[in-house]
């Protein structure tokens, strides 16, 4: 592997951490190291029912199990912030809605 092009993935929780082969020990014991695909940057994540992708112009987020479209997230110019916009016809839970809120806190910086 290339330095720089080294990320260890929580299989637990998918937090994915950006490293050089010189890292040391990872924090969490469930961590595993894999090579970051070409092209694609992830910031994070996956949560129990969706995860989110990275594309061009924001995020796109997915279904775990059929992998389908749910929405995207992008910066909204007027208000300065991430927004989430559904897919017409999806529907969401607490959980759900409790997972995109914490991927978007993530994206501010907290």
């Known amino acids: 592997m290339k330095k720089g092009n080294v990320i ?11 490293g ?7 924090p969490c014991d469930k961590l ?5 695909p070409k092209g694609e940057y992830i910031m ?7 995860h ?3 594309i061009l112009t924001g995020w796109v987020c997915h279904n775990n199990k059929t992998d389908d479209n749910l929405g995207r997230i992008t910066f909204y110019r007027p208000w300065n912030r991430f927004v989430f916009e559904g897919i017409t016809g999806c529907v969401f839970d607490e ?3 409790a997972d995109i809120i ?3 806190q993530a994206l501010k910086g907290g």
């Open 95 to 97: 959980k759900c809605l």
């Open 44 to 50: 994070k994540t996956k949560y129990k029912h969706i």
């Open 52 to 54: 989110f992708t990275k």
């Open 8 to 18: 260890m993935a929580c299989d637990g929780c998918g937090l994915v951490l950006t």
């Open 20 to 26: 050089c082969e010189g890292m040391k020990e990872p």
């Open 102 to 104: 914490d991927f978007l």
């Open 32 to 36: 595993r190291v894999k090579e970051k």
